[in-house]
């Protein structure tokens, strides 16, 4: 199998290709692309989001690894580093609450 063929299970005569590539999606202008839009390690979207820097530090900085990264990623490179918590937590962080960002509305 060659060493870049997308990883896949044979079942009967049919290959059944499982992909982790991204789906093919439109090429938004370069100036509008956020430099965090996409992870530097798996090149899927990514989000807005931290960690505490204890555990940024441990899992990233002491390897030395691509600092922009998804949230899956930097699991990925944390329980790599030993960090195994019985789950991981996603929490919104919100500065300001206007009433429909949690889903609630006023209703008078
Ligand atoms: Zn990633």
Request: net charge negative.
């Amino acid at each position: 199998m060659p060493s870049n063929s997308a990883p896949g299970r044979e079942s009967g005569d049919v290959a059944v290709v499982e992909s982790a590539h991204p789906v093919a999606r439109p090429a938004p202008a370069a100036d509008l692309i956020h430099p965090e839009a996409f992870c530097n390690r798996c090149q899927r979207p990514n989000v807005t989001w931290f960690a505490p820097s204890e555990l940024w530090n441990k899992a990233v900085r002491a390897i030395g690894a691509e600092e922009i990264l998804c949230p899956v990623c930097f699991i990925q490179l944390a329980e790599a580093a030993g960090i195994r918590p019985t789950a991981w937590e996603v929490t919104p962080e919100i500065h300001e609450q206007p009433a429909d960002l949690m889903g609630e509305r006023d209703e008078s």
